[in-house]
Structure formats: structure tokens, C-alpha cells
């Protein structure tokens, strides 16, 4: 790179620091610190009293179950595009990646019309007599959201990692006498572990920080770790707990990126 | 000739009504080196993935030592495949995958470890058990997945263009060993290739195929020196295809002069093509030739000079280890059993010919 071209980077460099590394910088100073400017860990000690251990607890579960989830639905949907032909593919793909032009706020509410009490889908179900669903406000909801919100960054890297499997290489598997079980467990899904471990990162760290899913689909009455310190910096707000419990959260996504780094040497979540 | 093994019966098939198979018949014996030979789209790929079972006929039957295996799925054939970019597994060491097809069938330990052992030195990469694939050459990984196949103890092999991603020099080495390797295990070998110097220097048979359709079946040296049309005279090697007229049993008039030849039962005055190597034009002095012409073209090649010569309206293709300039006019002479008499094609499409080889 010659030095002139260096400095097209400068815009952008420009916006990280202004809007990343400082932001960071003053995350940790919060986090480390209390109201009269003395260094302190009780911040993040803090994580360990039973309201906000509760939250992290429900977090972890709730955005586990749905990159579970998740998986499960992506990953055959993402074995019948790899395998489907070329002008066909990109049409279903883009099926799946419309929702995400849409606004974020505005699917997740429109999942809390349909699900209310008197919802759209209450209505369709007592036309045909059938018993309500009783699902707002419940972990049920908000799953239903973070499935239905991440879903996408699922599917794609997925896709990507199986559509780079050579169908020869699955064939050699067959011709060597494997039968489909076996071929899919020892080639296809071995092969395809640096887009499992990308999709399950591109879901799994949005779901555990969420506040907006919960609170909507969830009511304000299921409290995830995000929504405790989403209401520490606005309605208390007291930063110095909330930055300390964003970096609590923090070490949790770290280990997640360290682990997809072991496992996605190739990049396959790059493209999103 | 040794026993039949495997017989395509009327194989048809066609992918988005694009015939690619049109009834082809062929029969393979044991312990034969088979070559099919073609342009792309020439349908030899597909007929080996029928062979393997990654493609279903929509006509005919595949017969395995007397056995109809034309629903049979491939894990459950007697033959290995080796695909044209090798498809080693690289989840894993070069002994799991020589390993995998013996796990398959529940092998001993020992009897897999002597397997890996035998198969790595069979393809002479002694000590490679612990590498990765990706840390092999193309040639090293083409051996490894050579290996992969026979440690299974096929009857047959299946080999899919394997030496095409490799360069010049590797390739013309992995023909030797594999003829070696075919010796040593005396197992039947089908090979796909679309190199005609590949297909007549290591085969016992050469099948050449073109649009769906066997054109001829032979040794390499029938195929060469007595191509039955002009597609595969054309195909194999360099030669000159002119149009002639038999004038009676041993004599042609090509482009009006008569030449000697000895091919009989053609008629009398017969529209035919003649097929001459360029290494059979003999290039002489112009009151000794046959016919007289003028050097237009003159190329080095390094075994001997490639020259065009334009004679009696045609442009003769010669190669000659003398050197005539460009300019010089020169006599042409062809011994007669050099001259190879070819009927002239019904039809775009030749017709199948159903031959026993």
C-alpha cells in the first residue's frame, strides 16, 4: 500500500475512534469507578446479587435455546440451497434476507401485535374455535422474537460453509461405501464447523444483549441482563453499574469470538 | 481376451432435454485398460458416473459381472472412483482417509494399518500417514486418493480425468505409474480423459466418444493409424482429411491426382475422405513428387519442423525432420499403406456402432 492510500482510510478511522474506541475507553473508566471518581470493582461484583445474577441467568438461557433453535431450522434449509441450482438459490436467499431490510423495532413489534391477547392470531384461531394462545409476556415470546429477528444470520453462514463442500468429496464418501447417515455425520457436518460456529456467534451474542425483544415480546416483566442495564443508564441512571455490568456481558462475547477465531480460520461469517 | 465384467446395454441419458447418451453399448473385460476419449460434452464423464452410480440412466441397463446394478446406489458397488480434483477429505490425516472405506466395513485395526501401509508405498509416499491433505502436492494428492480407492480391493477403477489438474511433466510421470500400479493390482481400469497423447499411451482399449455416441473402439494403435471417420482421425493427433474419390480397389484420385493405396471393397468411383498423418507426407524434390506445391508456413517444434504446404488446393499439413523454407518448391510422395481410405458420414451425427471390444 503506498502512503497516499493510507490516508483513504482516515474518514473511517476517524469514526472509530469517535464513536468505538472512546465510547470503550469510557465504558471501562465507568465500569472501574464509582460516583466520586475512586477505583472500584464493586461494579462489577455487582453481577453476582440475585436480581441481576437472575437476568444474566435468563439471558444465557433465552439466547441459548434460540441459537439452538435456530440451528436446528437453519441447518437443513441451508443443505437444500447449497445443493439447489445457481438462478434458483439466490431467489430463496433473498427470500430469507428480506425481513432484514426491514426496521428491527418494527418486525418485533408487529410480532407483538400478532401475538396479543386480541392479536391477529387469537382472531384466526377463535374464527376456526380454536383455544387462544396465551404466549406474550412469556420466555416463549422473546424466543419467538430472537429466533425470528437472527434467524437469517444463521442461514448464511451456514449456506456458505456447505455450499463450498465439493459435492465430489461427498460422492467419494458414497463411492467408498458410506451411506448418507454416515457420509453426513463424518464429512458433511465435520466440513461445515467454521459456519456452524459463525452462525452460532452472528446469533447467539445479539440474542444475550438484547433489551428491545424482551421488553416488547416480554412486557417489562422478564427482565434480561440487557434490559437491567438499559434501564441502570436511563432510568436510574447510575453509568457506573451499567458500564460495569456491559463489561461482565463483554467477557462473555469475547469467549465467543475467541472460539469462532479457532474454529472459522476461512472467514465464512465475513460477508455479513 | 479375458471374461466380460461389466456390459452397458442401450444406455440413454439426457439432462434438460439434452440428449447426452443416445443407446450406448459397450462391454468391458477384466483386467483391461480402458480409455474413454472425447471432447467435453462427449458424454465419457457420464458414462462413468453411471458406471459409479452418481447418475441414474433413463434407458438401459448396467450389468456387473452378471449382476444388474443400474438401481444400486455406489456404497453399495464393487468399484472406487478417482476424481478429477482428488477429493480427499481434508478434515483429516492421509491414513483416515486411505482408513475410511475399511472403517466402512468394519476391518481389524491391523488389517488397516497394513492396508495404509501397503497402499501408501504402492503409490510411493511411504510416511505420509500423519499429514494433512492440504499440506501435499497436486500430484501427492492424486496419489493419496489413488490409494483411497484401491486399499478397498476393487474389481474396477474409475478414474475421472485424475491427471488434469496436474502440469506436463507430473502428468506424463503419474502415466507410467499408473500403468505400474495397474499392473501390480490387475484390476480392470476405466479412464476419462479428452487427452488423446493420455488415452494412447496407456490404454489397452480406447473408446472415442463424441455427442453421445461410441465413434470407434480399439488399441491405440488401431485407433491412430486406422480411424474409421473423420472426427477421430481428426481427434487423435494431427492429420490431413481431404476429400477423394475411390477410383477402384487400390487406387484414389485425391484432388484429381491418383495416388496408390491398399484399401479395398470401397467401389468403383466412391466419394471417400483420405486421412494422412502429417509424418507420412513425405516432402521430396518437385520433379519426384507426385504432386508439386509450394512451403507457405514453417514452425520449429523441437523433435522436427511443422510446414504448411499448399498443393493442388490444399493446404498439407507435413512434419519433416529436414528442414524446406517457406517459398521452396517442393514434390510430395505418400506411401501407399499410408493412406487411410474413410467412407464419408451419413450424417452430422454418426450412427453408434456397437462393437465388442
Known amino acids: 500500500m503506498t502512503s497516499k492510500s493510507k490516508w483513504l482510510s482516515a474518514p473511517y478511522l476517524f469514526w472509530s475512534a469517535v464513536?468505538?474506541?472512546?465510547?470503550?475507553?469510557?465504558?471501562?473508566?465507568?465500569?472501574?469507578?464509582?460516583?466520586?471518581?475512586?477505583?472500584?470493582?464493586?461494579?462489577?461484583l455487582a453481577i453476582t446479587s440475585a436480581g441481576h445474577a437472575k437476568a444474566l441467568r435468563l439471558a444465557l438461557l433465552l439466547s441459548f435455546t434460540s441459537t439452538i433453535v435456530c440451528f436446528l431450522l437453519a441447518y437443513p434449509l441451508a443443505m437444500i440451497l447449497a445443493n439447489m441450482k445457481v438462478k434458483r438459490h439466490n431467489f430463496?436467499?433473498?427470500?430469507?434476507?428480506?425481513p432484514m431490510w426491514m426496521n428491527f423495532l418494527l418486525r418485533t413489534l408487529a410480532w407483538q401485535t400478532l401475538l396479543e391477547k386480541n392479536g391477529v392470531i387469537n382472531h384466526v384461531l377463535?374464527?376456526?374455535?380454536?383455544?387462544?394462545?396465551?404466549?406474550?409476556?412469556t420466555p416463549a415470546a422473546i424466543i419467538l422474537g430472537m429466533v425470528y429477528n437472527f434467524l437469517p444470520f444463521m442461514v448464511l453462514p451456514l449456506y456458505n460453509a456447505l455450499a463450498k463442500i465439493d459435492p465430489n468429496v461427498i460422492n467419494a464418501a458414497r463411492d467408498l461405501g458410506a451411506n448418507h447417515f454416515y457420509t453426513f455425520i463424518r464429512i458433511i457436518l465435520p466440513l461445515s464447523i467454521p459456519g456452524i460456529i459463525s452462525g452460532i456467534t452472528m446469533v447467539f451474542i445479539p440474542a444475550l444483549t438484547t433489551f428491545v425483544i424482551s421488553s416488547l415480546l416480554g412486557g417489562g416483566k422478564l427482565l434480561l441482563i440487557g434490559d437491567v442495564i438499559e434501564q441502570e443508564f436511563t432510568r436510574m441512571s447510575n453509568w457506573h453499574l451499567g458500564s460495569g455490568l456491559s463489561m461482565v456481558l463483554m467477557i462473555f462475547i469475547v469467549i465467543n469470538m475467541i472460539l469462532s477465531a479457532v474454529f472459522d480460520k476461512e472467514g465464512e461469517g465475513s460477508m455479513l | 481376451m479375458n471374461k466380460e465384467l461389466i456390459q452397458l446395454i442401450d444406455i440413454s441419458k439426457s439432462f434438460d432435454g439434452q440428449m447426452?447418451?443416445?443407446?450406448l453399448n459397450l462391454?468391458?473385460?477384466?483386467?483391461?485398460?480402458?480409455?474413454?476419449?472425447?471432447?467435453?460434452?462427449?458424454?465419457?464423464?457420464t458414462t462413468l458416473r453411471i458406471l459409479g452410480g452418481f447418475a441414474n440412466p433413463d434407458k438401459g441397463r448396467v450389468i456387473f459381472d452378471g449382476q444388474d446394478i443400474t438401481h444400486i446406489p455406489p456404497n453399495k458397488r464393487q468399484l472406487n472412483t478417482v476424481f478429477q480434483k482428488y477429493a480427499l477429505f481434508t478434515h483429516m490425516t492421509i491414513a483416515e482417509n486411505i482408513a475410511f472405506g475399511l472403517k466402512i466395513k468394519k476391518k481389524?485395526?491391523?488389517?488397516?494399518?497394513?492396508?495404509?501401509?501397503?497402499a501408501l508405498k504402492l503409490v510411493n509416499l511411504d510416511g505420509y500417514e500423519n499429514r494433512m491433505p492440504d499440506s501435499l502436492s497436486g500430484g501427492q494428492q492424486q496419489r493419496i486418493a489413488i490409494a483411497r480407492a484401491i486399499v478397498n480391493e476393487p474389481k474396477v477403477l474409475l478414474l475421472d480425468e485424475p491427471l488434469g489438474a496436474l502440469d506436463l511433466k507430473l502428468r506424463q510421470e503419474m502415466q507410467y505409474e499408473l500403468i505400474r500400479m495397474k499392473n501390480e493390482l490387475g484390476i480392470t481400469f476405466v479412464y476419462v480423459t479428452h487427452d488423446q497423447e493420455e488415452a494412447l499411451t496407456m490404454s489397452d482399449t480406447v473408446v472415442v466418444m463424441n455427442q453421445g455416441y461410441i465413434q470407434q473402439i480399439g488399441t491405440p494403435e488401431s485407433i491412430y493409424n486406422e480411424p474409421e471417420n473423420a472426427f477421430v482421425a481428426d481427434f487423435i493427433g494431427d492429420s490431413n482429411i481431404i476429400p477423394a474419390t475411390m477410383i477402384e480397389d487400390k487406387l484414389v484420385s485425391i484432388l484429381g491426382t491418383r495416388f496408390a493405396c491398399v484399401d479395398t471393397g470401397f467401389g468403383r468411383n466412391r466419394p471417400v475422405d483420405v486421412v494422412i498423418r502429417p509424418e507420412d507426407v513425405i516432402l521430396v524434390e518437385p520433379s519426384e513428387g507426385i504432386i508439386q506445391g509450394v512451403v507457405t508456413h514453417l514452425i520449429f517444434k523441437g523433435v522436427h519442423y511443422e510446414?504448411?504446404?499448399?498443393?493442388?488446393?490444399?493446404?498439407?499439413?507435413?512434419?519433416?525432420?529436414?528442414?524446406?523454407?517457406?517459398?521452396?518448391e517442393v514434390g510430395i510422395q505418400v506411401d501407399p499403406f499410408?493412406?487411410?481410405i474413410m467412407n464419408k458420414p451419413e450424417s452430422e451425427d454418426e450412427e453408434a456402432v456397437i462393437l465388442d471390444i
Open chain 1, 19 to 44: 464513536f468505538i474506541i472512546i465510547p470503550l475507553c469510557m465504558v471501562f473508566y465507568y465500569g472501574l469507578t464509582d460516583k466520586t471518581g475512586a477505583f472500584t470493582l464493586d461494579n462489577i
Open chain 2, 27 to 45: 462391454n468391458i473385460h477384466e483386467n483391461e485398460f480402458v480409455t474413454l476419449l472425447g471432447p467435453s460434452g462427449c458424454g465419457k464423464t
Open chain 2, 307 to 328: 510446414m504448411e504446404v499448399q498443393a493442388c488446393g490444399f493446404e498439407w499439413l507435413v512434419q519433416s525432420t529436414t528442414l524446406f523454407p517457406v517459398g521452396k
Open chain 2, 108 to 118: 481389524s485395526k491391523s488389517y488397516i494399518d497394513d492396508k495404509i501401509r501397503y
Open chain 1, 126 to 137: 377463535s374464527f376456526f374455535h380454536l383455544p387462544a394462545l396465551q404466549i406474550i409476556n
Open chain 1, 92 to 98: 430463496i436467499i433473498l427470500i430469507f434476507i428480506l
Open chain 2, 338 to 340: 499410408n493412406i487411410q
Open chain 2, 20 to 23: 447426452v447418451l443416445d443407446e
